[in-house]
């Protein structure tokens, strides 16, 4: 008859799967961080501007409700 020693089967085990858990976090990550940076569009420029817009668009809703 065998002997196994199921602590370091267990452990062995463990190691792995935090091993994978911890690869696919940080695939998840870095996924994220890409998507993030490669966003398409949206420059500095344009959301000074928007901003600009969105005061200007107050100012005239303040100016009619007075």
């Known amino acids: 008859m065998a002997y196994f020693d199921t ?14 858990i911890f690869d696919r ?5 870095a996924t994220r961080a890409t998507a993030i940076t490669t966003r398409p569009g949206i420059s500095p420029k344009q959301i000074v501007a928007a901003q600009k817009r969105a005061e200007a668009h107050r100012r005239a809703v303040d100016k009619l409700m007075r």
């Open 25 to 29: 976090l940080v695939k998840f990550i």
């Open 7 to 20: 602590g370091k089967i267990a452990d062995t085990a463990t190691s792995t799967d935090a091993r994978s």
